[in-house]
């Protein structure tokens, strides 16, 4: 496996780690659909939440959620509207960006981005 999809995956095993110990009930992980996928489905407090986990070891390319552009949230949302038809959702939901950085020779970084967009 190339290191940035290692590196991806370490960030998705620590936003999984960090959204259960605040008490989020998670449903799905790398939830497919089509051509898409969303990371993390989770659950809490009556709100169902689509997360998007972007990693990055440096900030050379910018902040880790600037990668979540106009045609990743249209994936996004396209794949969170079949899972809702799916489960036969009827409660609210949200979409959330969770931002990891891994400064070399440094803790990582975690940055939670609630409603980070609204469909």
């Known amino acids: 496996m190339a290191a940035h999809n290692e590196l991806g995956k370490k960030g998705e095993q620590i936003a999984v780690d960090y ?71 009827d409660w609210e939901i949200r979409f959330d960006v969770i931002a990891l950085l891994f400064p070399k020779n440094r803790l990582p970084f975690l940055k939670h981005i609630k409603d980070a967009f609204v469909p």
Do not use: Q, W
């Open 19 to 89: 959204l259960i110990a605040d008490n989020y009930e998670v449903l799905e992980v790398n939830y497919r659909f089509s051509r898409a996928e969303v990371d993390i489905i989770a659950r809490k407090d009556g709100l169902l939440i689509f997360v998007e986990v972007k990693t990055r070891s440096s900030l050379k390319h910018g902040c880790p959620e600037s990668g979540v552009n106009h045609k990743k949230v249209k994936l996004l949302m396209d794949t969170a509207y079949h899972y809702m038809e799916k489960i036969n959702h």
